[in-house]
């Protein structure tokens, strides 16, 4: 529904009053995808003339164009029967608890950056980058946890040879694993190398740079 004359642009195209008639009536047997199509396209029905009707609203309470001022009622009214509608169309969304299955919902922060002019494709990015950290932290816990029990039960086997080990509740994954398991592929990599009294590795670092600092002082000598 549109002003009278003169016409004024509007920001969202209004539906016509059949495309309404038809869409809003949803048969009481029509479940599925087909079900939720016929519901979302509904709401977007409603959301374009809900749009239509704000944009109204604002020329009349603006004085925008004469005699207008009258019809701002009527346009409340409306106004107030489309959030009514979009609500049942929100509840109509959601499946029975009994199927198990979950319906359609948009973030709040998704609906804040589009209201904030922002990209709302960055929830879905930060979401991700916050999932990949957490689990990159979880998986370098899981192998910390398992190089010290394995370095714990060979030691205990060696120092207390008489005395049983209990049977592992949980077996790691092999070491061979298919090329595509990037977390076992990471397990695998991770093997710590053997060390005598833990420092070995470290004294030879250490004489390396002692000798190249010393090969330098007498360079310079």
């Not at 979009?86 to 922060?109: A, C, H, I, Y």
């Not at 049977?167 to 093997?191: C, F, I, K, N, Y």
């Amino acid at each position: 529904m549109s002003l009278h004359p003169p016409h004024l642009p509007s920001p969202a195209q209004t539906p016509d009053n059949q495309a309404m008639n038809g869409v809003g009536q949803l048969p009481g047997s029509m479940s599925g995808e087909e079900g939720r199509k016929k519901i979302r396209d509904e709401v977007e029905t409603r959301l374009g003339q809900l749009s239509q009707d704000l944009y109204e609203l604002e020329i009349c309470a603006g004085a925008v164009v004469k005699g207008q001022e009258d019809r701002i009622p009527e346009y409340m009214k409306r106004i107030n029967e489309q959030f009514v509608k979009l609500n049942e169309l929100s509840r109509q969304m959601q499946p029975p608890p009994e199927s198990g299955q979950t319906g359609d919902s948009v973030p709040k922060q998704v609906v804040e950056n589009v209201d904030g002019y922002r990209n709302p494709h960055t929830y879905t990015k930060n979401a991700l980058s916050r999932a990949t950290g957490e689990n990159q932290y979880a998986l370098g816990r899981i192998l910390g946890l398992e190089s010290f029990r394995r370095q714990l039960h060979d030691a205990i086997g060696a120092e207390l040879p008489s005395v049983p080990l209990p049977p592992r509740r949980h077996q790691p994954l092999p070491a061979s694993a298919p090329a595509g398991d990037d977390a076992t592929r990471s397990m695998a990599t991770q093997e710590e190398p053997p060390q005598a009294n833990g420092d070995t590795n470290g004294h030879d670092g250490l004489d390396h740079v002692q000798v190249k600092v010393e090969g330098n002082v007498n360079g310079e000598a």
